[in-house]
């Protein structure tokens, strides 16, 4: 029986006296052959480590979801809400505001409100006990204004105390209204407030449309501005879920209460030309801008895909209900019918992105790929945000009806299509601070929340403002349907083809960019020219 024999040297390094004995192991000849045509053992990228799972640790996890600096792909498969992107960008303006102010224990409640409340509590114990004590004394040793002399003599050293302590801690840390002062004056934009009470004299005295038109609509972007701020001051104070509901329903208020307006006017044409005219303006030019500005500074900025794709498919469903209608153009009945079952399945589609986005999966629309668990930090109490919110929600609602209603002087007076100006111009309203924010942060390397701004604006608008507006006129008795122009249905969805091109493979640069600008201009050129067609319409009709 042939064999073989396998040698084990003995280790190296430890004397012996005598010589080493080796060790000889006869085998048969068939696992002599097995072992010699053995594989190798895998690489080292592909050996496995451990078997047993363990925890991650802080720094690993972060590397995880970042990826790697050498430049490798991006581990974490997720993407930024609206929201989460919103909250990133306040969140990074407030450690701004309190760096530049020293407020490093900043309190929307007031510090110098509780440490004295603590204080007073403290000075309440110290009687009591002090008049316990005093008590037993008076009894046992007929001693009871001693211990009443030292329980006050304390008593106003630790109240005296207190309050230079609370004092100190308050001019410090600043306060509320100081807070509110700076939410006001941190934007150079609000410098527009100036023009509120023209906006209302415009109105009040009949001045001329085209006036009234100019005035509000510089009057509402600050306002527009300072509805976002509440916003993220009122969900500072609750959860991610409450404050994701929060500002799905305040985030686009502005378009809302604009289409409101003019849908209770029954002019459906700003209607429709406003609501789509926001999707275009978030969806090419404040993309478009972002990937160009990122891509001035840095050569190739990445994202991750998954968001993305999906505010993409979504909005090529919208633009698949507002195809739909387009086939039944002779019979209005069947219009209606149809485009109120297409606006309760995109507002039930919606309502399934926040519960993905909120509930089921959100570990995965990460904050902008930023660890920081340290929880929002209000500037001004729940209180004052919510009155705020109400009270510029309110002045909105007043000054959109004013700017609504002189939206055809205007056009007459400046010679523009009805179709140019809620398209074009009306969008600019609500999503010029989206505007400034979302290509602020593409340019310091954040394409992420960027993209968070531009296509979460676009699918809240096209997912939930254009279907809410059609499902309100149900209930008023207005037949707002999701018959578009045929020449805006075919821009829209030429322009998710085109945006999704340039998000395919998760880079960006300046050119993609100045494609998405390019194309935001010509869409404005078309719809310049389109009021040849519906403004006929809408003079024949009036």
């Given at each position: 029986m042939?064999?073989?024999?396998?040698?084990?040297?003995?280790?190296d390094?430890i004397?012996a006296?005598?010589?080493?004995?080796?060790?000889h192991?006869?085998?048969p000849?068939?696992?002599?052959?097995?072992?010699?045509?053995?594989?190798?053992?895998?690489?080292?990228?592909?050996?496995?480590?451990?078997?047993?799972?363990?925890?991650?640790?802080?720094?690993?996890a972060?590397?995880?979801r970042?990826?790697?600096d050498?430049?490798?792909?991006?581990?974490?498969?997720?993407?930024?809400?609206?929201?989460a992107?919103f909250?990133?960008?306040?969140?990074a303006?407030k450690?701004?505001?309190?760096?530049?102010?020293?407020?490093d224990?900043?309190?929307?409640?007031?510090?110098?409100?509780?440490?004295?409340?603590?204080a007073?509590?403290v000075?309440?114990?110290?009687?009591?006990?002090?008049?316990?004590?005093?008590?037993?004394?008076?009894?046992?040793?007929?001693l009871?204004?001693?211990p009443?002399?030292?329980?006050d003599?304390?008593?106003?050293?630790?109240g005296?105390?207190?309050?230079?302590?609370?004092?100190?801690?308050?001019?410090?840390?600043?306060?509320?209204?100081?807070?509110?002062?700076?939410?006001?004056?941190?934007?150079?934009?609000?410098?527009?407030?100036?023009?509120?009470?023209?906006a209302?004299?415009?109105h009040?005295?009949?001045?001329?449309?085209?006036?009234?038109?100019?005035?509000?609509?510089?009057?509402?972007?600050?306002?527009?501005?300072?509805?976002?701020?509440f916003?993220?001051?009122l969900?500072?104070h609750?959860?991610?879920?409450?404050?994701?509901?929060?500002?799905?329903?305040?985030?686009?208020?502005?378009?809302?209460?604009?289409?409101i307006?003019?849908?209770?006017?029954?002019?459906?044409?700003?209607?429709?030309?406003?609501?789509?005219?926001?999707?275009?303006?978030n969806?090419?030019?404040?993309l478009?801008?972002?990937?160009?500005?990122?891509?001035?500074?840095?050569?190739e900025?990445?994202?991750?895909?998954?968001?993305?794709?999906?505010?993409?498919?979504l909005?090529?469903?919208?633009?698949?209900?507002?195809y739909?209608p387009?086939?039944?153009m002779?019979?209005?009945?069947?219009v209606?019918?149809i485009?109120?079952?297409?606006?309760?399945?995109?507002i039930f589609?919606?309502?399934?992105?926040l519960?993905?986005?909120?509930k089921?999966?959100?570990?995965?629309?990460?904050?902008?790929?930023?660890d920081?668990?340290?929880?929002e930090?209000?500037?001004?109490?729940?209180?004052?945000?919510?009155?705020?919110?109400?009270?510029?929600?309110?002045i909105?609602?007043v000054l959109?009806?004013?700017?609504?209603g002189?939206?055809?002087?205007f056009?007459?007076?400046?010679?523009?299509?009805?179709?140019?100006?809620?398209?074009i111009?009306?969008?600019?309203?609500?999503?010029?601070?989206?505007?400034?924010?979302?290509?602020s942060?593409?340019?310091?390397?954040?394409?992420?929340?960027?993209?968070?701004v531009?296509?979460?604006?676009?699918?809240?608008i096209?997912?939930?403002?254009l279907?809410?507006v059609?499902?309100?006129g149900?209930?008023?008795g207005?037949e707002?349907?999701?018959?578009f122009p045929?020449f805006?249905?075919?821009l829209y969805?030429?322009?998710?083809?085109?945006?999704s091109?340039c998000?395919?493979?998760?880079?960006?640069?300046?050119?993609?960019g100045?494609?998405?600008v390019s194309t935001?201009v010509i869409?404005?050129?078309?719809?310049?020219f389109?009021?040849?067609?519906?403004?006929?319409?809408?003079e024949?009709?009036?």
């Open positions: 042939s064999s073989g024999t396998v040698h084990f040297e003995g280790l390094g004397e006296k005598k010589p080493r004995p080796s060790l192991l006869v085998l000849a068939d696992s002599q052959r097995s072992l010699m045509t053995a594989p190798p053992a895998p690489p080292e990228q592909h050996r496995r480590t451990s078997l047993t799972p363990r925890c991650l640790s802080d720094s690993e972060h590397h995880r970042q990826g790697s050498s430049g490798g792909h991006m581990v974490s498969f997720g993407g930024v809400s609206r929201f992107a909250r990133s960008i306040r969140r303006e450690i701004a505001l309190f760096k530049s102010k020293g407020w224990h900043y309190d929307p409640y007031g510090h110098e409100y509780r440490l004295g409340g603590i007073r509590g000075t309440g114990i110290l009687s009591l006990r002090h008049s316990m004590e005093g008590s037993i004394i008076s009894k046992e040793e007929s009871s204004e001693a009443s002399v030292e329980a003599e304390e008593t106003a050293l630790i005296n105390r207190g309050q230079s302590i609370s004092d100190t801690i308050g001019e410090a840390e600043g306060t509320p209204f100081e807070a509110l002062k700076e939410m006001f004056t941190e934007n150079k934009i609000n410098a527009l407030l100036v023009f509120l009470p023209f209302y004299l415009s009040a005295h009949r001045w001329s449309d085209g006036s009234i038109f100019i005035l509000n609509f510089l009057a509402m972007v600050p306002l527009a501005s300072m509805l976002g701020v916003t993220e001051e969900a500072a609750t959860n991610d879920v409450i404050g994701g509901l929060v500002n799905a329903t305040f985030g686009n208020a502005v378009e809302l209460v604009v289409a307006q003019a849908l209770l006017a029954e002019d459906y044409r700003v209607v429709q030309a406003s609501l789509i005219g926001s999707v275009f303006s969806l090419l030019l404040v478009g801008m972002c990937f160009f500005f990122g891509g001035l500074k840095h050569k900025q990445t994202f991750i895909a998954l968001g993305a794709v999906a505010s993409i498919a909005l090529g469903l919208n633009g698949l209900t507002l739909v387009q086939q039944f002779d019979n209005e009945e069947d209606v019918i485009s109120r079952i297409g606006a309760i399945i995109l589609m919606y309502a399934q992105l519960f993905f986005q909120l089921t999966h959100a570990h995965i629309f990460n904050n902008g790929g930023e920081d668990d340290s929880g930090v209000a500037l001004i109490p729940f209180s004052w945000a919510l009155t705020g919110l109400v009270v510029v929600t309110a909105v609602t959109s009806e004013f700017l609504v002189s939206i055809d002087g056009c007459k007076e400046f010679h523009l299509g009805r179709s140019f100006v809620g398209v111009i009306i969008p600019v309203v609500g999503n010029a601070v989206e505007h400034i924010s979302a290509v942060v593409a340019y310091k390397n954040k394409m992420d929340l960027a993209l968070g531009a296509l979460g604006s676009s699918v809240q096209a997912l939930f403002v279907p809410l059609v499902v309100i149900w209930f008023t207005k707002m349907t999701l018959k045929a805006e249905v075919y969805l030429i322009s998710v083809v085109l945006v091109l998000l395919s493979n998760q880079r960006s640069n300046w050119l993609q100045s494609l998405l935001y869409v404005g050129v078309g719809i310049y389109e009021k040849d067609i519906t403004d006929v319409d809408h024949g009709s009036a």
